[in-house]
């Protein structure tokens, strides 16, 4: 009696050793930096040249905090780029929905439009900040979270609409025809079919529009002096005649990671999922 054959046997794969080290080098290589930047604001002064260096104080202090946010205004500059950039992560989405639905559903200038509008996004700001400052001034705009409010939401619609454009541009139609057919309106069935649809874009798109806001350095420099200046302005006080504060510039690049970082992790699945599926489906 024949003897039934044996299962093939599962080659037990080495692991892969490449594939861990190239991981562990890309995660030093963008940690590394960040502590040293958190050790930096934490040092005393008289570590910050020290042979050998020091790689971590045995007497913390947050003495440059301190004086970052409250000697540097850099507390006042925190505030203001919350508001600017809050209010126009919010001004760019809501008009970014709008003209992405309008441009993906009706064809709005056809595909000569959606890349005009993605082709703003490529002129540089340093070619439009003379006239954008010279308007600003003669209607009062500038120095107020209002003028940089707008200069930003015009900075980041293309990139805003662009995203938005594909995702609903690779949803079907026939979920708003049957809205439609039930009885809903066209903006109902925009509002309340389209827009939850197209939650995962417009996520990947405001958290987009909020980091590039949070880090714009040329336009609030330019446009903004004593009243609505951000902080990424604030590091310029840092260096002077005298030296470089590395503990206060430290201390203040920190404070500026966090609400980026604590962001980024609140959205992370649904930036994942907007970025994925708008990509494949656009």
């Known amino acids: 009696m024949a003897s039934a054959p044996r299962p093939p046997r599962k080659r037990v794969g080495r692991p892969p050793i490449l594939r861990i080290l190239f991981l562990a080098l890309m995660l ?8 040293w930047v958190f050790v930096t604001s ?3 002064s008289d570590d910050y040249l020290a042979n050998p ?3 971590f104080p045995a007497e913390p202090t947050m003495v440059h905090y301190t004086a970052a946010l409250y ?4 507390l006042q500059g925190l ?10 992560t919010i001004l760019s989405c809501l008009v970014g929905t709008l003209m992405a639905y309008s441009l993906a559903r009706f064809n709005t200038g056809g595909q000569h439009l959606s890349f005009w509008v993605l082709s703003q996004r490529f ?3 340093i070619a ?7 308007n600003y001034r003669l209607v009062g705009l500038q120095d107020t979270h209002f003028g940089l409010i707008l200069a930003y939401t015009v900075f980041t619609l293309p990139v805003s609409v662009w995203m938005m454009f594909a995702y609903f541009r690779s949803m079907p139609r026939s979920l708003e025809e049957a809205a439609l057919v039930d009885g809903c309106t066209r903006w109902t069935a925009f509002w309340r079919v389209a827009v939850p649809l197209a939650a995962p874009g417009i996520v990947a798109a405001a958290v987009f529009t909020f980091i590039a806001c949070w880090t714009e350095f040329f336009f609030a420099l330019v446009l903004t002096s004593r009243n609505a200046f951000t902080l990424p302005t604030v590091f310029r006080a840092f260096l002077s005649f005298q030296g470089a504060q590395y503990g206060e510039a430290s201390a203040l690049a920190i404070v500026s990671l966090v609400p980026s970082i604590v962001l980024g992790v609140l959205v992370q699945k649904h930036l994942v999922r907007g ?5 494949l489906r656009g």
């Open 71 to 74: 000697a540097y205004h850099g």
């Open 275 to 279: 970025l994925t599926l708008g990509a």
């Open 28 to 35: 030093v290589f963008v940690l590394a930096p960040l502590y």
């Open 79 to 88: 505030i203001n780029s919350v508001i600017i950039s809050v209010s126009a």
């Open 42 to 44: 934490i040092k005393p």
């Open 123 to 125: 002129l540089p700001p």
């Open 128 to 134: 439009i900040i003379l006239p954008l400052f010279l």
């Open 53 to 55: 260096p020091v790689w």
